[in-house]
């Protein structure tokens, strides 16, 4: 696989957690025609309201690349900044194994 997954935590300030779920919904939409970005989920914690979970796929470093340097994802990232209480926590993971 030459996938590359990430996942991110990202924590909303205290009484924040709704204006962070409408800052990531937009962060998804902000990613529609990314081209090589397979997969960009939003996901809220069930025990917490202030934790977000984003779950990527892309086909490659280009596709990577691309989305970081979209004028839409950096407008949309300045929104999650805002309600965000410290900068979202970025995991690089190998995929091992998976059912689509």
């Known amino acids: 696989m030459s996938d590359i997954v990430l996942i991110a935590r990202i924590i909303a300030k205290p ?25 960009y989920a939003a996901h809220r914690q069930d025990n917490d309201p202030t934790t977000f979970w984003f779950y990527e796929v892309y086909d490659d470093e280009d596709a990577l690349s ?9 407008e949309a990232r300045g929104k999650v900044r805002e309600f965000g209480a410290a900068p979202p926590e970025v995991f690089r993971v190998t995929p091992l194994a998976n059912k689509e």
């Not at 957690?17 to 081209?35: D, F, N």
């Not at 691309?66 to 950096?74: D, I, S």
């Open 15 to 39: 009484g924040s957690g709704e204006e962070m779920a409408e800052a990531l919904t937009s962060l998804v939409a902000a990613s529609e025609e990314e081209p090589g970005l397979r997969v």
């Open 66 to 74: 691309v989305h970081a340097r979209g004028p839409r994802m950096t």
